[in-house]
C-alpha cells in the first residue's frame, strides 16, 4: 500500500495537490485504504485540463455551422403512422428493445431527502416516480407478449437506497427484469484546481452528467447483458419525466425504417428564450446546442410558416442502436463546466459552508455523442403527451405541473 502511495504522491507533486497527502495521512485503517482508492482512480491529467478550461469563454466555436435539423410530427403522420407502428411492434415482440433510466441524482431540489427516483409527486396513489415510470412498462410487458428489460442507472450517492426502495416494493411486481448499474464520478474542485475533501474526510465527487450513461453501460457490463438478452435497441431516458413512453413502437419503426443509430423525441420550445437544448446540426451532423450557446437572433430565427427554425426542444427521450452505444462509451465525452456550491473541509481541517458557487463539478451531456453519427430521426411529440417532468419545487416542471399533466393524459 505504501509503495502504491508513493507513486500517488508523485502526482500529486506533478499536479499540485498536494494537500492531499495531509488527509490521506490522518486517516487510519479501512478508511485509509478507501482513500488510496479514490487516489488511485482520479485522472489528475484531466482534472487539470478541466481546472484549464474553467478560464476559456463557453460559446460556438468560429469554426462550428449551425443549421436547422429535419424532423417528424408523430401527429402528422397519417397512414405512416400505422407502417412505422408494425416495424416498431414487430421489433418489440421479438425481445429487441430494452429501457435505461438513469436515475442516479437525489431529490434535494425538491425537499425530498432520498433518491429522486422514489419522490411521490402527491397523486392520490401516492405512487412514486420509479413506480409511475414501472408501471407503463409492466403494461407494454404484457401487451406485447415480452418482458422488458429495464436497467436503471444509479450513482455511488443512492444506489444503495434505491436497491433498498425496490426491495421494500417488491421491485412493484417486476423484479426478474431490472437491473442496477452505478454511473461514474469525477472529483470537484475549487476556484484554485484544487481537488476538494468533504466532510467525510474522502474526496468530494459529483456524478459525470448523463453522458456518462455510455460509458457506465460499457464498465459495469449491462451493454454484455443486453447482448446476452438478444436486445438491439436501447431506449435512455431520464427519472424525472412521469409521461416519459419508453416502448414506442412507432420511434422504433422509424429508427428501423431510416436505418439510423438514434431516434430521438422532441417538443416544441414554449417560447424562443426557453431554456432547453434545441436539436441542430453541427458541421452537418446531428445535435443539441445548448441555450447558453445559442444567440438571440438564432432562437428567434423562424420559417416562412412562423415556426422556429431551432424550436424542437431537447427532452431526453432517445432510442440508440446497442451497437452506437457501445462505441460511444469506448471513448470519454467532453466535460462541462458547472459551478456550484460545495461544503467542504479545507486544508487546516476547518469546515468551509459557502454562501454561493465556490467549486467546480464537471458533467458530460449525453448528446454530444449525437456528433459521432452520421445522422439520426428527430419525432415531434406532444408535450401534454409524453413530457412532464419534474424538476422545480414549484412554478414550471414542478409536482404540481406534472401531476396536473398526468391527471389530464390518464383522465384520472
Not at 489528475?44 to 462550428?64: A, H, M, P, Q, R
Not at 423484479?175 to 474526496?203: A, R, S
Not at 452506437?324 to 468551509?352: C, Q, W
Request: hydrophobic fraction near 35%; charge should be negative; include cysteine.
Amino acid at each position: 500500500m505504501e509503495k502504491e502511495y508513493e507513486e500517488i504522491k508523485k502526482k500529486l507533486k506533478k499536479y499540485g495537490q498536494e494537500h492531499l497527502e495531509s488527509f490521506y495521512e490522518a486517516l487510519e485503517g479501512k478508511d485509509k485504504e478507501l482513500f488510496l482508492e479514490q487516489l488511485k482512480g482520479i485522472d489528475f491529467e484531466l482534472i487539470d485540463s478541466l481546472y484549464k478550461n474553467t478560464k476559456k469563454d463557453v460559446g460556438i466555436k468560429e469554426n462550428v455551422k449551425i443549421e436547422p435539423i429535419d424532423f417528424m410530427d408523430k401527429s402528422k403522420l397519417s397512414g405512416d403512422y400505422k407502417y412505422y407502428e408494425d416495424i416498431g411492434e414487430k421489433a418489440i415482440r421479438a425481445g429487441k428493445l430494452a429501457a435505461v433510466t438513469m436515475a442516479g441524482g437525489q431529490g434535494t431540489r425538491l425537499g425530498h431527502n432520498g433518491p429522486k427516483g422514489t419522490y411521490d409527486i402527491g397523486l392520490d396513489s401516492h405512487k412514486s416516480l420509479f413506480e409511475l415510470l414501472c408501471d407503463p412498462l409492466k403494461q407494454a410487458s404484457k401487451k406485447y407478449g415480452v418482458n422488458i428489460p429495464w436497467f436503471i442507472m444509479t450513482s455511488k450517492e443512492n444506489n444503495k437506497q434505491t436497491i433498498e426502495f425496490f426491495k421494500e416494493n417488491k421491485y412493484f411486481g417486476y423484479e426478474k427484469n431490472i437491473y442496477f448499474f452505478i454511473q461514474g464520478q469525477l472529483p470537484m474542485i475549487d476556484t484554485e484546481g484544487k481537488i476538494l475533501v468533504g466532510e467525510n474526510g474522502f474526496i468530494k465527487e459529483a456524478a459525470d452528467g448523463h453522458g456518462g450513461v455510455y460509458e457506465s453501460l460499457v464498465k459495469s457490463g449491462m451493454i454484455k447483458k443486453m447482448r446476452e438478452l438478444g436486445i438491439e435497441w436501447i431506449f435512455i431516458g431520464g427519472v424525472d419525466n412521469c409521461l416519459v413512453k419508453m416502448v414506442d413502437p412507432v420511434l422504433m419503426g422509424i429508427a428501423i425504417d431510416k436505418k439510423v443509430s438514434l431516434a430521438a423525441k422532441s417538443v416544441v420550445k414554449a417560447n424562443p428564450h426557453e431554456k432547453v437544448g434545441a436539436f441542430c446540426k453541427k458541421n452537418g451532423r446531428p445535435n443539441v446546442i445548448e441555450y447558453s450557446e445559442i444567440t438571440d437572433d438564432m432562437a428567434e430565427a423562424a420559417d416562412k410558416n412562423g415556426e422556429l427554425l431551432y424550436g424542437e426542444s431537447h427532452i431526453l427521450c432517445n432510442l440508440f442502436n446497442i451497437d452506437a452505444v457501445e462505441r460511444m462509451g469506448s471513448d470519454p465525452l467532453p466535460y462541462h463546466i458547472a459551478f456550484k456550491k460545495a461544503t467542504y473541509i479545507d486544508k487546516d481541517g476547518n469546515k468551509v459552508v459557502p454562501t454561493s458557487p465556490n467549486a467546480y463539478k464537471f458533467e458530460a451531456f449525453l448528446f454530444d455523442a449525437f456528433g459521432e453519427l452520421d445522422d439520426m430521426a428527430v419525432l415531434r411529440v406532444k408535450r401534454e403527451e409524453e413530457f412532464a417532468p419534474v424538476k422545480n419545487a414549484e412554478g414550471t416542471d414542478s409536482p404540481e405541473t406534472a401531476r396536473k399533466l398526468y391527471n389530464d393524459f390518464y383522465k384520472l
